[in-house]
């Protein structure tokens, strides 16, 4: 049941920790340099930093919201133990994420 629970919801936990542990970087330029040394599929390169443009927006949107831990420990419950797969009330973080 809890490794259920977990794989239900790795990434979602995931951004939430990121948001709450991680610190400031332009992961843009990372792959930037990533995609410059490897110029073989540009589609591919082009579509990481939109994934990557996407997750910065995410943990910006969470800077700028200033939880503080204890929100962060009710977020990852509510992440966790719900029963329908999205979150449905609440601020919209990202088209799969919410808050």
Request: glycine share 6%.
């Amino acid at each position: 049941m809890q490794l259920l629970l977990l794989e239900q919801s790795w990434s979602e936990l995931f951004v939430l920790g990121a948001a709450q542990y991680l610190l400031p970087l332009e992961f843009g330029q990372l792959v930037s340099y990533r995609g410059a040394l490897a110029h073989r599929d540009s589609e591919r390169t082009l579509a990481l930093l939109h994934e990557v443009k996407s997750f910065q927006d995410t943990l910006t949107k969470f800077k700028q919201l200033h939880v503080d831990p204890h929100e962060y420990a009710c977020l990852r419950a509510i992440v966790l133990f719900r029963t329908n797969g999205k979150l449905q009330t609440g601020l919209k973080i990202e088209s799969d994420f919410t808050v």
